[in-house]
């Protein structure tokens, strides 16, 4: 069955760096786009990243982009998010989710990040 | 961006009544393959998003039959038959059709 194990969540610094991995099993990653999105405490959902199935392209909400870097390696079955510059409006979990008909069919249990002094 | 908006945000429902969720967007949603990427999310409380509903009427599997959705354009509707405890929780909609791809603001469904 489709697992998708994110970690790497934490407590950082304002301006710090963190990088988040999510562990793919049960289908064929090498063949699936994948996504970032992100839930900050008791809001709704906000989608932040996502990567083609081979890596060639990465699209990034406005929020994000020039300071988070999405990628994959798919040797490893394995998702990546580098969050740079890191901004107390960056708390939130963080899922990764599988793309399937451009919608996420399957997500995992998220990691949280927080960002705080 | 494409703006999802929502309605109602709270959806107060008696179990065994139907209850019905409205989305819109501000672009239209078909796509140049002729598709319309529209789904939908169910979040039961502490737990992760799970998707119910892709391309506006496709429902995923294992999901009850009690759920449908539809629509088309700008204007989509997700639709529960018959209430139950277990659906109580957040809706979302997503549009899949746009670069950022984006989220409605959710519906809280309760039990009166």
């Known amino acids: 069955q489709v697992q998708l194990v994110e970690s790497g969540g934490g407590v950082v610094q304002p301006g710090r760096s963190l990088r988040l991995s999510c562990a793919a099993s049960?289908?064929?990653?090498?063949?699936?786009?994948m996504y970032w999105v992100r839930q900050a405490p008791g809001k709704g959902l906000e989608w932040v990243a996502l990567?083609?199935?081979?890596?060639?392209?990465?699209y990034y909400a406005d929020s994000v982009k020039g300071r988070f870097t999405i990628s994959r390696d798919n040797s490893k079955n394995t998702l990546y998010l580098q969050m740079n510059s890191l901004r107390a409006e960056d708390t939130a979990v963080y899922y990764c989710?599988?793309?399937?008909?451009?919608?996420?069919?399957?997500w995992g249990q998220g990691t949280l990040v927080t960002v705080s002094s | 961006d494409v703006v999802m908006t929502q309605s109602p945000l709270s959806l107060p429902v008696t179990l065994g009544q139907p209850a019905s969720i409205s989305c819109r967007s501000s672009?239209?949603?078909?796509?140049?393959?002729?598709?319309?990427?529209l789904s939908w999310f169910q979040q039961r409380p502490g737990q992760s998003p799970r998707r119910l509903i892709y391309?506006?009427?496709d429902r995923d599997s294992g999901v009850p039959d009690r759920f449908s959705g539809s629509g088309s354009g700008t204007d989509f509707t997700l639709k529960i038959t018959r209430v139950e405890a277990e659906d109580v929780g957040v809706y979302y909609c997503?549009?899949?059709?746009?670069?950022?791809?984006?989220f409605g603001q959710g519906t809280k469904v309760e039990i009166k």
């Open positions: 391309k506006v009427s």
């Open positions: 997503m549009q899949g059709t746009h670069w950022p791809r984006t």
């Open positions: 990567i083609l199935y081979d890596g060639s392209n990465t």
């Open positions: 049960g289908f064929t990653f090498s063949g699936y786009a």
């Open positions: 989710a599988r793309d399937q008909y451009r919608s996420p069919d399957y």
């Open positions: 672009q239209s949603l078909v796509y140049s393959d002729g598709n319309t990427y």
